[in-house]
């Protein structure tokens, strides 16, 4: 090997460990800043996770800092009770629409007299959701396309719907009918 390579050699060696040294690792070049709660932040609002902990800069009188977020509770499903119909309005074996307001939503329900107490399912067909409507005696017909429902348990009758009417829970008292939604 002549004397010029061998200095070379030398020199690539010294440049490439003086280089190893220094140079940050792969993880460390991508990893993010470790955030601590208290330290100063810039956009109110902005959440970060750092070590596994879930920071969000906050206004304080002190400035924006860094403060561990709450863990977020899933938003539980919530129901109401609504007034549909004054009792005396349904009739034994009588089905009657009506619309009822929960939520900011309306809702198109069937309710039924039966035999066994007052029945409520929604109106809107399994087939494609149109509108089915009470008649013939007994059942909930659907203008679209001829499903036909019993409307005092919302089973199909005549397809082509093959799932039964979506049905509310009732409670009858002190003179009037309401649904849970
Ligand atoms: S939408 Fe009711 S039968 Fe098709």
Same mark, same amino acid.
């Given at each position: 090997?002549?004397?010029?390579?061998?200095?070379?050699?030398?020199?690539?060696?010294?440049?490439?460990?003086? #280089?190893?040294?220094? #140079?940050?690792?792969?993880?460390?070049?991508?990893?993010?800043?470790?955030?601590?709660?208290?330290?100063?932040?810039?956009?109110?609002?902005?959440?970060?996770?750092? @070590?596994?902990?879930?920071?969000?800069?906050?206004?304080?009188?002190?400035?924006?800092?860094?403060?561990?977020?709450?863990?977020?509770?899933?938003?539980?499903?919530?129901?109401?009770?609504?007034?549909?119909?004054?009792?005396?309005?349904?009739?034994?074996?009588?089905?009657?629409? #009506?619309?009822?307001?929960?939520?900011?939503?309306?809702?198109?329900?069937?309710?039924?007299?039966?035999? @066994?107490?007052? $029945?409520?399912?929604?109106?809107?067909?399994?087939?494609?959701?149109?509108?089915?409507?009470?008649?013939?005696? @007994?059942?909930?017909?659907?203008?679209?396309? @001829?499903? $036909?429902?019993?409307?005092?348990?919302?089973?199909?009758?005549?397809?082509?719907?093959?799932?039964?009417?979506?049905?509310?829970?009732?409670?009858?008292?002190?003179?009037?009918?309401?649904?849970?939604?």
């Amino acid at each position: 090997m002549s004397k010029i390579s061998r200095r070379s050699m030398v020199g690539m060696i010294t440049t490439s460990f003086v #280089a190893f040294l220094f #140079a940050p690792s792969a993880a460390g070049a991508v990893s993010e800043p470790v955030i601590r709660a208290g330290e100063a932040c810039k956009k109110v609002g902005r959440r970060k996770t750092s @070590g596994g902990k879930t920071f969000e800069c906050v206004k304080t009188a002190n400035g924006n800092i860094w403060r561990r977020a709450k863990a977020s509770t899933p938003s539980q499903p919530t129901t109401s009770e609504v007034k549909v119909l004054d009792s005396a309005s349904l009739s034994a074996g009588a089905s009657q629409t #009506a619309i009822v307001t929960s939520g900011g939503k309306n809702y198109a329900v069937v309710l039924t007299r039966t035999s @066994g107490g007052v $029945v409520a399912f929604s109106r809107s067909c399994t087939h494609a959701g149109a509108l089915v409507t009470p008649g013939p005696a @007994g059942q909930l017909t659907c203008p679209a396309h @001829g499903s $036909v429902f019993s409307a005092s348990t919302g089973a199909v009758i005549e397809g082509p719907a093959n799932i039964s009417l979506t049905k509310y829970q009732v409670s009858e008292r002190s003179g009037a009918i309401y649904i849970t939604i």
